[in-house]
């Protein structure tokens, strides 16, 4: 079974529990184990969260502007879940890039691989405190998914956030399965 969705959604900050609200949706119709369906709905959060918060040019975009917005892609397909995150604010910092180090990055065409998510060894990303307000939502993805990979989109600018995580699935049969 695969099952796919994308969202373009405002960098608002009620557009972050609509993403969430889908992909929960998904996955409960699918018959994924609640345990994992949670997870990767608070991995998403953050990433919805970080590119509300992060993902524009500075300024209070209009109605329709490119950096007032953001996507949300989900795949549910055989027992993977891969989610990604776009935004088109400033990025990553460049110096962090893995593309520029020479490692083979395994990202999609267009997306310059970042050293936050792939456990390079020296990366230079500041851990934050356990008691700081901001700056753990990327520690909390790379912990609740399998594999992530942080990058930028070379060609029109801005952060993607790529993970994925292995489905346990639930001892009922599924909506799509009766």
Not at 8 to 13: F, G, I, M, S, T
Not at 15 to 30: C, I, Q, W, Y
Not at 135 to 149: K, M, S
């Amino acid at each position: 079974m695969s099952i796919w969705w994308s969202l373009h959604l405002r960098r608002e900050a009620a557009s972050v529990p609509l993403a969430r609200r889908l992909l929960m949706g998904t996955m409960e119709t699918a018959g994924v184990d609640p345990d994992v369906s949670y997870e990767l709905s608070v991995a998403l959060t953050e990433a919805c969260a970080n590119a509300v918060e992060h993902g524009g040019a500075g300024a209070a975009p209009g109605p329709g502007a490119a950096a007032g917005a953001y996507r949300v892609t989900a795949y549910l397909d055989g027992e993977t879940c891969r989610i990604e995150v776009a935004d088109s604010g400033p990025g990553f910092p460049r110096a962090e890039t893995r593309a520029e180090a020479g490692a083979d990055t395994g990202a999609a065409p267009g997306v310059e691989s970042g050293s936050r998510g792939g456990g390079r060894p020296g990366a230079a990303r500041p851990v934050a405190p356990s008691d700081a307000e901001h700056g753990r939502g990327l520690r909390l993805i790379e912990e609740l998914a399998d594999h992530v990979q942080f990058g930028n989109r070379s060609a029109r600018g801005g952060a993607v956030v790529s993970f994925d995580k292995i489905l346990k699935w639930k001892d009922t049969p599924s909506l799509l399965m009766a």
